[in-house]
């Protein structure tokens, strides 16, 4: 027998076009059921059973859908009764595409999964019928319907593969990765390699896999049908394996479906890890969802994002991170107190850091008080971990974010994975059941160390979920779930924001219906609100109804998803008499209400220029903070909801539930459904108000304007970058004598204040009320006491609303100086008091103060204008002192500037190394989903960051202004003294002295015999008195003395006579020699030089003015001066010359007209003469002398010619003419046809003029009549 040619059809390009189609981009809606806005996702029906396609009915989907990251989703779509299947696309801007056009064979089936790349390429495997069922392995053109590339086929006695089987990967390159059976039947994975034959790098392994491949070409994948096999990564020549997860050291089992980043940076996997990888890698043993970072070839770390086990919290002692109690994660402590070393606040827990143990989804609160109890992934608790579960085995999906920073510093990873919960969410934010859910990984570089921040979980989709109003959710399937968001829906680029992402999943559903469904989470605008709650509202129960809008929040300023926003409810508490479901409430004599922008006694509007929330608003709306949309500013929104019965001390801090009466979380949310104050009367009253206040919780902070928690007279308190805080100013009754020191709340004070700065309570309270709201609130944002520092309350270097400083005195002090009108002395206090600025620190930040080693020349750098405030020990007590942040500051008070010793600026009680500047603006917090804090249950049970008191209040309020300190040196040859008033500068050499900010110093130098004083020098110059006004920064004066005899002046240069135009600048300049330089004083004379005056302040050697035609003809001398004698300059003469008038326009104007003008412009009326004009109506100017536009001497004539109307027409002889023609002769004159008469002639032929009136010759106004009479 000869054998036949062997035939590799591969890797051959055959095209069937049979569709081309395009797209139009259209604007963004969200209907159902087509699409709906869930709580965290917007969702898509990508395709439905019952869609009607090119192909025909959709009656079923492949499991498996991919998503690329421009948001188009491929999936397999089973046709009609089910005798074929295609491959489909969807983009959100068209009806799904069968992609697989024109291949619809019967028995033809693409199995479950496809993966389509960026460029549209899409992976997937089909079979067609026969014995054995042949296979193959495509890449199918997205773009056109019917055209593929083969990649692989089995199931010929001449193909190289018996079989290739599902789920083949692809990456964005086109490389392609598959597993398959030899002729042998024996298991292996392939990469196609034209260079080989046949054309394939093969790799044998022992069963069907799921390989994965990354944009470089290496395979990820599990190297075996055993969950002790490990995961591998090779090139995609199959070759040079490296370990991700090692089942010898690091983990007993792995999930058989890791997946890859786009990058192959991070890979993603399901295991359960062991004892020994725990103590590695510093997390827990045992099941859960890790990512491996693949650096240099090899993995250098793996972090857990899922099935955590942290030690129980104890109260000082950190977390570990390893063991403990299950469903437990680490987190940064935001509450510990006092702060240890090295502590940052930003959200990671880095080495070293005091971290506490949260609950990894979620912290439940039981009813009575106690430990809270921790929500995790039941998936992943060992006693009920089985490695071949259904989750297990799903597809973990991954994208990796590099924002910028050198290396893994500052970028996101997300993470999808399908699992359980223990319990259902107490937040009803998701319930037990099991579904698909994504974790976000940050990522920062401390010491060359990768340091992870996990954010909590997110539910995506679980079984039991609505999906519309008659439908929920049984089960959830994906394979390659997870792209970035690189495009909106409308197919525009946008730009990354951190944790933005789409999925693509299939579910089926209690009505026995399939869909593959698209879910995006993106927030183009960073501000911590889905894109889809800015344009859509939000379905929080997903029955596909918008639950919250949040337009309706704020009619006048909707939210807009490429400007950030922020929304504030605001409740407040009142002693009167609330109606109108607490729309109001009226106060009487004795009783007082804490409504923002309210006189807490009146109840009357405060009477200032702007109340205080709107202040906020626009403090917010001014802020430096940059948006998508090119406008700056944040919109802030404040809802001024309802009035409540006060409670006068509110608990907070201990863990109260809310079914404690009096505990915050009682006034909020109540004892049972929608019966606390969160929400409006409205929003509450309706069937389903357990989901809109559901969503409301999530896009919404709460406020509470009160009088006092916990026992304190504290200004307020806040949740750290939580959903929650409260203003309490305390308010007692009247009190007859404000000042005293009964008077402990802060009504009261604010009254004081009032009296004692000569303004009002209103301004007071309105200050009060603004910087205090914007001060807690500025913790719900992630702000601290220090910006980046909780517990540092006092940093000179820090000009923000958050300093302790500043919240009641105003940041940066804008309008502190001695001409303010809202600035007054009080002996050495400058102090101002209304219309504080409000704002956070802005970029750049100021330098940081290192207490050990103050440089007090360097002072902070502020603006110039800028004022701060900082701490003076005194004894066990402290001073505080305020200076120029833009010059030298004397922080230890002595007058001096240079190096000064340690020194407790920020009243901490100990020496800080560094107290850091900080850019608050730009590091704000906006979402709160994350905060350890956030509840809607009872307060957890965590220590308290002390606020500001009526104390702190009272002390603030009077800053000790920083002393100036003046420095004099004596300097020449001479000798002599120099003193001061008011006094404190004596010496004949060098002194310093310190002497009030702000106040004047008078220096007077007296020579020594022998010597003469010739000049001062630095803050003071020439020889004259010398006055300092002193500021913040060290001031100098030199006095030089001279030996030797004075001088009497000597003239060395006189004025000259000036000639200049009235109105322009003239100057006169002198000069005079002489020992001490003499001063000089320039005098005037206004009659002829018989006597001079002196020019006030005219005491330099020019003198410079502008002219007025008064000054015409005075005279101008200098007279020098000094101890030796005094000698005067010749007078200079001052000739003022008018200046020049332009001759107006007044042809055309009347008569009387062109004269009004004329004389306004300061000229006269010349001669008038007449002239006929055919234009210029009588009495009206036809032209003028000197023309208009002229520049002519003031009271010059202007000659006019005046019309007296058009000149006089000749009649013409018209006898004789026939009537056409003499009418035409008369016209033509300028006349007109007057009355025609007829009459009998011999002699002129009937049709002629026989006579004509006036006569021929006679001289007439142009447009007389001409009569005829006509034969």
Same mark, same amino acid.
Request: charged letters at 10%.
């Given at each position: 027998?000869?054998?036949?040619?062997?035939?590799?059809?591969?890797?051959?390009?055959?095209?069937?076009?049979?569709?081309?189609?395009?797209?139009?981009?259209?604007?963004?809606?969200?209907?159902?059921?087509?699409?709906?806005?869930?709580?965290?996702?917007?969702?898509?029906?990508?395709?439905?059973?019952?869609?009607?396609?090119?192909?025909?009915?959709?009656?079923?989907?492949?499991?498996?859908?991919?998503?690329?990251?421009?948001?188009?989703?491929?999936?397999?779509?089973?046709?009609?009764?089910?005798?074929?299947?295609?491959?489909?696309?969807?983009?959100?801007?068209?009806?799904?595409?069968?992609?697989?056009?024109?291949?619809?064979?019967?028995?033809?089936?693409?199995?479950?999964?496809?993966?389509?790349?960026?460029?549209?390429?899409?992976?997937?495997?089909?079979?067609?019928?026969?014995?054995?069922?042949?296979?193959?392995?495509?890449?199918?053109?997205?773009?056109?319907?019917?055209?593929?590339?083969?990649?692989?086929?089995?199931?010929?006695?001449?193909?190289?593969?018996?079989?290739?089987?599902?789920?083949?990967?692809?990456?964005?390159?086109?490389?392609?990765?598959?597993?398959?059976?030899?002729?042998?039947?024996?298991?292996?994975?392939?990469?196609?390699?034209?260079?080989?034959?046949?054309?394939?790098?093969?790799?044998?392994?022992?069963?069907?896999?799921?390989?994965?491949?990354?944009?470089?070409?290496?395979?990820?994948?599990?190297?075996?049908?055993?969950?002790?096999?490990?995961?591998?990564?090779?090139?995609?020549?199959?070759?040079?394996?490296?370990?991700?997860?090692?089942?010898?050291?690091?983990?007993?089992?792995?999930?058989?479906?890791?997946?890859?980043?786009?990058?192959?940076?991070?890979?993603?996997?399901?295991?359960?890890?062991?004892?020994?990888?725990?103590?590695?890698?510093?997390?827990?043993?045992?099941?859960?969802?890790?990512?491996?970072?693949?650096?240099?070839?090899?993995?250098?770390?793996?972090?857990?994002?899922?099935?955590?086990?942290?030690?129980?919290?104890?109260?000082?002692?950190?977390?570990?991170?390893?063991?403990?109690?299950?469903?437990?994660?680490?987190?940064?402590?935001?509450?510990?107190?006092?702060?240890?070393?090295?502590?940052?606040?930003?959200?990671?827990?880095?080495?070293?850091?005091?971290?506490?143990?949260?609950?990894?989804?979620?912290?439940?609160?039981?009813?009575?008080?106690?430990?809270?109890?921790?929500?995790?992934?039941?998936?992943?608790?060992?006693?009920?971990?089985?490695?071949?579960?259904?989750?297990?085995?799903?597809?973990?999906?991954?994208?990796?974010?590099?924002?910028?920073?050198?290396?893994?510093?500052?970028?996101?990873?997300?993470?999808?994975?399908?699992?359980?919960?223990?319990?259902?969410?107490?937040?009803?934010?998701?319930?037990?059941?099991?579904?698909?859910?994504?974790?976000?990984?940050?990522?920062?570089?401390?010491?060359?160390?990768?340091?992870?921040?996990?954010?909590?979980?997110?539910?995506?989709?679980?079984?039991?979920?609505?999906?519309?109003?008659?439908?929920?959710?049984?089960?959830?399937?994906?394979?390659?779930?997870?792209?970035?968001?690189?495009?909106?829906?409308?197919?525009?680029?946008?730009?990354?924001?951190?944790?933005?992402?789409?999925?693509?999943?299939?579910?089926?559903?209690?009505?026995?219906?399939?869909?593959?469904?698209?879910?995006?989470?993106?927030?183009?605008?960073?501000?911590?609100?889905?894109?889809?709650?800015?344009?859509?509202?939000?379905?929080?129960?997903?029955?596909?109804?918008?639950?919250?809008?949040?337009?309706?929040?704020?009619?006048?300023?909707?939210?807009?998803?490429?400007?950030?926003?922020?929304?504030?409810?605001?409740?407040?508490?009142?002693?009167?008499?609330?109606?109108?479901?607490?729309?109001?409430?009226?106060?009487?004599?004795?009783?007082?209400?804490?409504?923002?922008?309210?006189?807490?006694?009146?109840?009357?509007?405060?009477?200032?220029?702007?109340?205080?929330?709107?202040?906020?608003?626009?403090?917010?709306?001014?802020?430096?903070?940059?948006?998508?949309?090119?406008?700056?500013?944040?919109?802030?929104?404040?809802?001024?909801?309802?009035?409540?019965?006060?409670?006068?001390?509110?608990?907070?801090?201990?863990?109260?539930?809310?079914?404690?009466?009096?505990?915050?979380?009682?006034?909020?949310?109540?004892?049972?459904?929608?019966?606390?104050?969160?929400?409006?009367?409205?929003?509450?009253?309706?069937?389903?108000?357990?989901?809109?206040?559901?969503?409301?919780?999530?896009?919404?902070?709460?406020?509470?304007?009160?009088?006092?928690?916990?026992?304190?007279?504290?200004?307020?308190?806040?949740?750290?970058?939580?959903?929650?805080?409260?203003?309490?100013?305390?308010?007692?009754?009247?009190?007859?004598?404000?000042?005293?020191?009964?008077?402990?709340?802060?009504?009261?004070?604010?009254?004081?204040?009032?009296?004692?700065?000569?303004?009002?309570?209103?301004?007071?309270?309105?200050?009060?009320?603004?910087?205090?709201?914007?001060?807690?609130?500025?913790?719900?944002?992630?702000?601290?006491?220090?910006?980046?520092?909780?517990?540092?309350?006092?940093?000179?270097?820090?000009?923000?609303?958050?300093?302790?400083?500043?919240?009641?005195?105003?940041?940066?002090?804008?309008?502190?100086?001695?001409?303010?009108?809202?600035?007054?002395?009080?002996?050495?206090?400058?102090?101002?008091?209304?219309?504080?600025?409000?704002?956070?620190?802005?970029?750049?930040?100021?330098?940081?103060?290192?207490?050990?080693?103050?440089?007090?020349?360097?002072?902070?750098?502020?603006?110039?204008?800028?004022?701060?405030?900082?701490?003076?020990?005194?004894?066990?007590?402290?001073?505080?002192?305020?200076?120029?942040?833009?010059?030298?500051?004397?922080?230890?008070?002595?007058?001096?500037?240079?190096?000064?010793?340690?020194?407790?600026?920020?009243?901490?009680?100990?020496?800080?190394?560094?107290?850091?500047?900080?850019?608050?603006?730009?590091?704000?917090?906006?979402?709160?989903?994350?905060?350890?804090?956030?509840?809607?249950?009872?307060?957890?049970?965590?220590?308290?960051?002390?606020?500001?008191?009526?104390?702190?209040?009272?002390?603030?309020?009077?800053?000790?202004?920083?002393?100036?300190?003046?420095?004099?040196?004596?300097?020449?040859?001479?000798?002599?003294?120099?003193?001061?008033?008011?006094?404190?500068?004596?010496?004949?050499?060098?002194?310093?002295?310190?002497?009030?900010?702000?106040?004047?110093?008078?220096?007077?130098?007296?020579?020594?015999?022998?010597?003469?004083?010739?000049?001062?020098?630095?803050?003071?110059?020439?020889?004259?008195?010398?006055?300092?006004?002193?500021?913040?920064?060290?001031?100098?004066?030199?006095?030089?003395?001279?030996?030797?005899?004075?001088? &009497?002046?000597?003239? !060395?240069? $006189? #004025?000259?006579?000036?000639? =200049?135009? %009235?109105?322009?600048?003239?100057?006169?300049? +002198? /000069?005079?020699?002489?020992?001490?330089?003499?001063?000089?004083?320039?005098?005037?004379?206004?009659?002829?030089?018989?006597?001079?005056?002196?020019?006030?302040?005219?005491?330099?050697?020019?003198?410079?003015?502008?002219?007025?035609?008064?000054?015409?003809?005075?005279?101008?001398?200098?007279?020098?001066?000094?101890?030796?004698?005094?000698?005067?300059?010749? &007078?200079?003469?001052? !000739?003022? $010359? #008018?200046?020049?008038?332009? =001759?107006? %326009?007044?042809?055309?104007?009347?008569?009387? +007209? /062109?004269?009004?003008?004329?004389?306004?412009?300061?000229?006269?009326?010349?001669?008038?003469?007449?002239?006929?004009?055919?234009?210029?109506?009588?009495?009206?100017?036809?032209?003028?002398?000197?023309?208009?536009?002229?520049?002519?001497?003031?009271?010059?004539?202007?000659?006019?010619?005046?019309?007296?109307?058009?000149?006089?027409?000749?009649?013409?002889?018209?006898?004789?003419? !026939?009537?056409?023609?003499?009418?035409?002769?008369?016209? %033509?004159?300028?006349?007109?046809?007057?009355?025609?008469?007829?009459?009998?002639?011999?002699?002129?032929?009937?049709?002629?003029?026989?006579?004509?009136?006036?006569?021929?010759?006679?001289?007439?106004?142009?447009?007389?009549?001409?009569?005829?009479?006509?034969?």
């Amino acid at each position: 027998m000869v054998p036949r040619p062997r035939v590799f059809p591969y890797l051959i390009l055959i095209s069937f076009c049979y569709l081309a189609f395009g797209a139009v981009a259209q604007a963004q809606v969200c209907n159902p059921p087509a699409c709906w806005p869930g709580k965290y996702y917007k969702f898509d029906v990508v395709a439905k059973t019952g869609d009607v396609t090119a192909a025909g009915t959709l009656t079923g989907f492949g499991d498996q859908p991919s998503i690329n990251d421009k948001g188009t989703v491929a999936f397999v779509g089973q046709i009609g009764a089910g005798n074929f299947e295609g491959v489909f696309t969807q983009d959100l801007q068209v009806a799904p595409i069968w992609i697989s056009q024109g291949f619809t064979s019967s028995g033809r089936k693409f199995g479950r999964a496809v993966q389509i790349t960026n460029l549209l390429q899409i992976a997937a495997r089909d079979t067609i019928p026969g014995s054995p069922p042949p296979s193959l392995v495509r890449i199918w053109q997205g773009n056109a319907s019917g055209v593929f590339t083969l990649i692989a086929r089995g199931g010929f006695p001449t193909d190289p593969f018996a079989s290739v089987f599902s789920q083949p990967a692809i990456n964005n390159s086109g490389q392609v990765v598959f597993s398959a059976l030899d002729q042998n039947f024996s298991s292996l994975l392939a990469t196609p390699n034209s260079a080989l034959f046949p054309p394939y790098n093969q790799l044998f392994l022992n069963t069907p896999l799921r390989p994965v491949i990354d944009d470089n070409g290496f395979v990820i994948v599990r190297n075996g049908s055993l969950d002790t096999n490990p995961i591998v990564r090779y090139d995609n020549t199959l070759l040079s394996p490296i370990s991700v997860a090692n089942t010898t050291t690091d983990f007993n089992t792995v999930g058989m479906s890791p997946g890859v980043s786009r990058d192959g940076v991070i890979v993603a996997f399901a295991g359960d890890m062991s004892a020994a990888g725990a103590a590695l890698w510093g997390t827990n043993p045992g099941p859960g969802i890790f990512i491996a970072i693949i650096q240099n070839n090899s993995a250098v770390r793996i972090i857990r994002v899922a099935g955590f086990s942290a030690p129980a919290q104890v109260a000082g002692v950190s977390c570990t991170a390893v063991g403990g109690v299950l469903g437990t994660k680490c987190v940064e402590d935001m509450n510990a107190f006092p702060a240890p070393a090295g502590t940052n606040w930003d959200g990671y827990c880095d080495p070293g850091e005091t971290c506490t143990a949260v609950g990894e989804i979620e912290d439940n609160l039981p009813a009575a008080v106690g430990p809270s109890v921790p929500v995790y992934f039941k998936t992943f608790d060992p006693a009920q971990f089985a490695a071949s579960s259904a989750e297990w085995e799903q597809r973990i999906g991954v994208i990796h974010t590099d924002f910028g920073a050198p290396g893994l510093d500052g970028d996101t990873i997300v993470v999808s994975f399908i699992a359980t919960p223990n319990v259902a969410s107490a937040l009803n934010l998701f319930s037990a059941n099991s579904g698909l859910w994504t974790v976000q990984v940050d990522l920062k570089l401390v010491g060359g160390s990768i340091v992870p921040k996990i954010h909590k979980p997110m539910p995506i989709l679980q079984v039991g979920d609505k999906l519309g109003s008659a439908t929920t959710v049984t089960a959830i399937s994906v394979f390659d779930p997870i792209a970035a968001a690189t495009v909106d829906e409308v197919g525009v680029a946008r730009v990354a924001v951190p944790g933005d992402h789409e999925v693509a999943f299939w579910v089926s559903t209690s009505a026995n219906t399939q869909m593959i469904l698209r879910g995006t989470h993106e927030d183009t605008d960073g501000d911590g609100l889905p894109d889809h709650w800015e344009e859509f509202g939000i379905d929080f129960d997903g029955d596909g109804a918008i639950d919250l809008n949040l337009a309706t929040l704020d009619p006048a300023s909707p939210p807009n998803f490429r400007h950030k926003d922020l929304y504030f409810e605001v409740d407040y508490m009142c002693t009167g008499t609330i109606s109108g479901n607490g729309s109001s409430c009226a106060v009487a004599a004795g009783q007082h209400t804490h409504q923002p922008g309210i006189n807490p006694y009146t109840g009357k509007a405060l009477a200032v220029a702007v109340l205080p929330i709107p202040r906020v608003v626009a403090a917010f709306n001014a802020a430096p903070v940059a948006n998508p949309d090119g406008v700056t500013g944040i919109n802030l929104h404040v809802q001024v909801d309802e009035a409540i019965a006060e409670v006068t001390n509110m608990l907070w801090s201990s863990p109260a539930p809310a079914t404690t009466p009096g505990s915050f979380q009682n006034i909020k949310m109540g004892t049972g459904t929608c019966t606390g104050h969160f929400g409006t009367v409205a929003e509450r009253g309706v069937a389903n108000c357990a989901s809109v206040l559901g969503a409301r919780s999530l896009a919404v902070r709460y406020d509470i304007f009160g009088d006092q928690f916990d026992g304190a007279a504290n200004s307020g308190i806040a949740k750290l970058r939580g959903n929650d805080f409260i203003v309490t100013l305390a308010v007692a009754p009247v009190n007859p004598n404000p000042c005293s020191a009964t008077a402990t709340d802060f009504a009261n004070w604010a009254q004081c204040l009032g009296n004692t700065w000569g303004t009002t309570l209103d301004a007071e309270w309105g200050d009060l009320q603004a910087s205090t709201f914007m001060h807690e609130g500025g913790h719900s944002l992630g702000l601290f006491h220090g910006g980046d520092d909780l517990f540092a309350n006092y940093k000179p270097n820090y000009l923000s609303i958050m300093n302790y400083w500043f919240q009641f005195n105003g940041v940066g002090f804008a309008t502190f100086n001695m001409a303010a009108p809202d600035c007054k002395m009080f002996g050495m206090n400058l102090k101002c008091r209304t219309n504080r600025t409000l704002d956070y620190s802005r970029a750049p930040a100021l330098a940081n103060l290192n207490e050990a080693a103050l440089n007090e020349a360097g002072g902070i750098g502020a603006a110039a204008g800028t004022r701060t405030q900082w701490a003076l020990p005194v004894g066990a007590n402290f001073a505080s002192l305020i200076g120029f942040g833009s010059g030298a500051l004397d922080w230890n008070f002595d007058g001096m500037i240079g190096a000064a010793p340690a020194q407790d600026l920020n009243k901490s009680g100990a020496i800080d190394a560094v107290l850091t500047g900080r850019d608050d603006w730009s590091n704000l917090t906006y979402g709160f989903r994350d905060s350890v804090e956030l509840s809607l249950g009872a307060q957890l049970p965590r220590p308290v960051v002390p606020e500001p008191n009526i104390a702190d209040y009272q002390a603030l309020t009077a800053p000790t202004l920083a002393p100036a300190g003046l420095t004099v040196t004596l300097q020449g040859n001479g000798a002599g003294s120099v003193s001061s008033n008011p006094s404190g500068i004596n010496c004949n050499s060098r002194c310093s002295a310190v002497f009030a900010q702000g106040s004047s110093v008078a220096l007077t130098a007296t020579p020594a015999v022998g010597s003469t004083f010739t000049a001062w020098g630095g803050a003071c110059t020439g020889s004259g008195a010398c006055s300092v006004t002193l500021s913040s920064v060290q001031s100098s004066v030199t006095a030089t003395f001279t030996l030797g005899s004075s001088q &009497a002046p000597v003239i !060395t240069l $006189n #004025p000259v006579a000036q000639a =200049v135009t %009235n109105g322009s600048l003239v100057s006169f300049t +002198a /000069a005079a020699s002489g020992t001490p330089i003499p001063t000089v004083q320039w005098q005037v004379s206004t009659n002829g030089g018989t006597t001079f005056t002196n020019l006030s302040g005219a005491t330099s050697t020019t003198l410079s003015f502008n002219v007025v035609l008064a000054q015409n003809g005075n005279k101008y001398r200098a007279v020098f001066t000094n101890s030796a004698g005094t000698a005067t300059t010749t &007078a200079a003469t001052l !000739t003022v $010359n #008018p200046a020049s008038v332009s =001759v107006p %326009n007044v042809v055309g104007l009347t008569q009387a +007209a /062109a004269t009004t003008a004329i004389t306004n412009a300061g000229l006269i009326l010349g001669t008038v003469t007449t002239a006929s004009s055919n234009t210029v109506p009588a009495g009206n100017v036809i032209s003028e002398s000197p023309v208009s536009g002229t520049l002519v001497n003031p009271g010059s004539a202007v000659n006019l010619v005046v019309s007296s109307g058009p000149a006089p027409v000749a009649v013409p002889n018209v006898v004789g003419l !026939t009537q056409a023609a003499a009418t035409t002769a008369i016209t %033509n004159a300028g006349l007109k046809l007057g009355t025609v008469t007829t009459a009998s002639s011999n002699t002129v032929p009937a049709g002629n003029v026989i006579s004509e009136s006036p006569v021929s010759g006679t001289l007439v106004n142009p447009g007389s009549a001409v009569n005829l009479v006509v034969s």
